[in-house]
């Protein structure tokens, strides 16, 4: 497998610094054992007899699913969806170092995850005509440009940007308008949940998309509709002056007289 690049940066991350050693240890032999499209078959045995051998295997795993680090895509493989674009910044069919990662996601069913807005090298999907043989550039990769940049910049946890396109892409069509996207993240940004640990277990937007999480319900009690005054309906109801279905002495004294 030879060398990868390392995230020298992690010992600034909240997330990694909250984990355990072991889950620390368990993620490196993940980066280091996957293969080039970040895919490992994985065996919790065999990771115990690399690693320490008191590992609590399930647990810290489970604590990387949470982080949207690692995900399973049967009951044997592991993928670790930031691999390649970390490893290898975007995918070219012109690099040839690039050519058998192209090989292994298309082997493990990863093409709509991993090449959305690429060309697809390997030939299939041939048609008559002018051209070179490969499927064609995904153009719609994020057609609602604007509206995604509106989540991303809405979104309190900005990282992986172009995983987080693809989801967009992949979610259209189950995703409700924008304005409940925004709404959603803007309630959920003030859940307990999101401001526990400064925000250490906000998800990815990659994974919060996947998951559909602009249904979930925020802890705590809804906000209280505004009143508004029963007199000109343009003004909220004062709570300093005897909260009485009126914004103020001007409305006031048009029903009471005072």
């Not at 002018?130 to 990282?159: C, H, I, L, M």
Request: aromatic share 10%; proline share 5%; charged share 30%.
């Amino acid at each position: 497998m030879g060398k990868r690049f390392t995230a020298t940066e992690k010992w600034d991350d909240p997330a990694y610094l909250s984990l355990s050693a072991e889950t620390k240890i368990l993620w490196q032999y993940l980066c280091d054992k996957c293969d080039q499209s970040g895919v490992i078959k994985f065996a919790a045995g065999i990771a115990i007899f690399f690693l320490s051998g008191k590992e609590d295997i399930p647990t810290n795993l489970k604590k990387l699913e949470m982080l949207g680090w690692v995900e399973w895509l049967d009951a044997t493989r592991l993928w670790l969806p930031k691999f390649i674009s970390f490893q290898n910044g975007k995918l070219t069919e012109k690099c040839p170092a690039h050519r058998p990662i192209f090989s292994l996601v298309e082997k493990h069913g990863l093409i709509d995850r991993v090449l959305i807005g690429y060309q697809y090298p390997t030939g299939k999907g041939k048609s008559k005509g002018k051209g070179n043989g490969n499927t064609r550039a995904r153009e719609d990769s994020v057609s609602e440009d604007s509206d995604f940049e509106q989540f991303w910049k809405a979104y309190p946890k900005q990282v992986g940007y172009e995983e987080a396109k693809v989801a967009w892409n992949e979610t259209s069509e189950k995703r409700p308008p924008i304005q409940v996207i925004l709404d959603a993240v803007k309630a959920q940004r003030k859940s307990k949940q999101w401001l526990e640990n400064g925000g250490q277990f906000v998800p990815d937007p990659a994974t919060w998309l996947r998951a559909g999480r602009w249904s979930d319900v925020v802890d705590g009690a809804k906000e209280k509709p505004v009143q508004m005054c029963g007199v000109c309906n343009k003004q909220p109801v004062s709570i300093v002056i005897g909260n009485d279905g009126f914004c103020g002495p001007v409305c006031r004294k048009k029903v009471k007289g005072w």
